[in-house]
């Protein structure tokens, strides 16, 4: 079982310059025989953190849930058995329960609910087609959509989590064969119950089509829409969001001769099923874009634009781009992005070969992907015609190399005529509120490697912060820690960590 090693609650420390105020902190062993720690919090309900174990038990992995209430103070816990040809678990969470899917490498599942009040667990269990892969799900009215693909076939599968039954809707495109179509993204529309299906068609290796499907909530196709007809760029992701009934604003990438990385950004809107208009943006054309590198790496960069420009050509800056919900405001809307690029290790193995029948181990190397690295985010404001107002850039430098993009800073729900956000930098924890104007409001940074002791001293520290309720963030990750003053604290530790965070927005 985890080991809790103790609970460090500090009152009445808060760090007025900061505005910060460390209420709880929890510590588990990290060699305690369970790995892959992972947070839901759930408001009202507290938190729950999941974890496996490392090895087998048996024929069997067991999967872990443990709730803490809003004191991070461990309340129940609970237990179950994954056989171990089970793959890697997809889950959901909302504001009542956790839901995971595990699939068998054939054609069994297995998914389960957690209730976030009670813990307790419901599970059902069915079978798939053969050959089903599930890469993404979402969660309404207790059925769950599900991004899958069967053999080359790309589909919607939906799955009543009260009987079990699984009913697959194939992704179609008029013109274009199943192994040219790709699910971009899935996005569930609460207030309209719909599902919009962003899904790339591909032409050649650099050309792409971007299609929108909307389907209702039995999973049933209602529309089909090629909202970027006619554009020449290839539009490489997009992010919905709902203006009213009848007004959808599309934020995304593109890039016009690569189908990966990206030139730049977009901004759309829709009316009535009709594109009413997109805007295209270099990332040059961003007046802070660079603000965020040391100033001599700007000047090189700044150089090298101005000698290309001077020939008549163009320096491209080729990020990709994890994109929040448009902002809506009085006067126009309000981008997020945050960028980041792919890194790569090489790593040497060994294998047997027989040349001339000669037998021999033969040590190569090989590139492998090694997870995403964030550097840098931009908050950018247009008008209702998508031309750019303002902009705002600075640094997002994340330890954590994630191995599918995800989104780094929390906003709060902007109110009056601020946008306010929190993430962390490094080993700093940064708030940031902007102006509806452009104006930098507050800019707050802390040291926030908060300890169990005293004398502790963090050599490393892999952390994340997310939003819980009201005014609290849970900040969480890993720390190894050496103490040579405290008593009664181990000289060195490894630790997955969690602190309830009270910060004044």
Known sequence: ?????????????????????????????????????????????????????????????????????????????????????????????????????????????????????????????????????????????????????????????????????????????????????????????ENTEEIIVSVEAKISKKQNEFHALKLDKLGRLSSQDNFFKGVDPNILNATFGAVNENQYLVTGTFSNKDRVQSEGFYIASLKGGERDFVRFYKFFDLENFLSYLPEKRKAKIEKKQARKKSKGKELKLRYLLETHEIINVADGFILLAEAYYPTYRTESYTSTQTINGVTRRVTQTRTVFDGYQYTHAFLAKFDFEGELIWDQTFELWQAEKPLTPRKFI??????????????????????????????????????????????????WTNSNIMYWYDGFFLTYGSQKIKNKIDKGADRKRKVFFINKVAYEL
């Open 1 to 189: 079982m985890k080991h809790l090693l103790f609970v460090l609650i500090i009152l009445s420390c808060s760090i007025s310059f900061a505005q910060i105020d460390s209420k709880t902190r929890v510590e588990f062993e990290l060699k305690d025989g369970y790995i892959n720690e992972t947070l839901y919090p759930f408001k009202k309900y507290g938190v729950i953190m999941g974890s496996r174990t490392r090895r087998k038990v048996g024929p069997n992995y067991l999967y872990k849930f443990e709730k803490f209430d809003k004191n991070l103070k461990l309340q129940d816990e609970v237990e179950f058995k994954i056989p171990e040809n089970f793959g890697s678990p997809i889950r959901f969470s909302d504001e009542e329960k956790l839901y995971i899917i595990y699939k068998k490498s054939y054609d069994e599942y297995q998914a389960y609910s957690v209730n976030a009040q009670s813990l307790k667990v419901e599970k059902i269990t069915g079978k798939l087609k053969p050959r089903t892969t599930i890469t993404g799900m979402k969660v309404l009215n207790d059925f769950a959509y599900c991004q899958a693909k069967v053999g080359r076939i790309r589909s919607i599968l939906v799955i009543d989590l009260f009987t079990g039954n699984a009913k697959y809707y194939p992704i179609k495109v008029k013109k274009f064969s199943p192994k040219k179509l790709e699910i971009a993204d899935m996005q569930i529309l």
């Open 410 to 459: 929390e906003v709060q729900e902007s109110k009056g005529d601020q946008i306010k956000m929190v993430f962390t930098s490094g080993r700093r924890i940064i708030y940031k509120a902007f102006g509806l104007d452009g104006e930098v409001i507050k800019d707050k940074s802390l040291d926030f490697i908060e300890t169990g002791f005293q004398g502790d001293r963090a050599r």
